[in-house]
């Protein structure tokens, strides 16, 4: 248990940031996932560009590792290219 107040202060300011990097994770997750289920290329096409600015603010952010963001991009856009 933290004894200082500025280690209280950090946990409650980690608790925070969790909560917020697990929604930005989550929503992020959710759109791959509608992608997938696209079947309309020019909808596909649209919607991709969303989810490439959300992993890419993601890995900015560090809530995803930067290669993560661009393995998900590829494998994406090949989908896409398959439509």
Known sequence: MANHQSARKRIRAN?????????????????IKQLK???????????FKTVVAMLDKSAKRHIIHKNKAANTKSKLAQHINRL
């Open 15 to 31: 608790e925070a940031k969790h909560l917020h990097n697990r929604y930005q994770l989550k929503t992020c997750r959710t759109a």
């Open 37 to 47: 289920q696209v079947k309309d290329k020019e909808q596909a096409v649209t919607l």
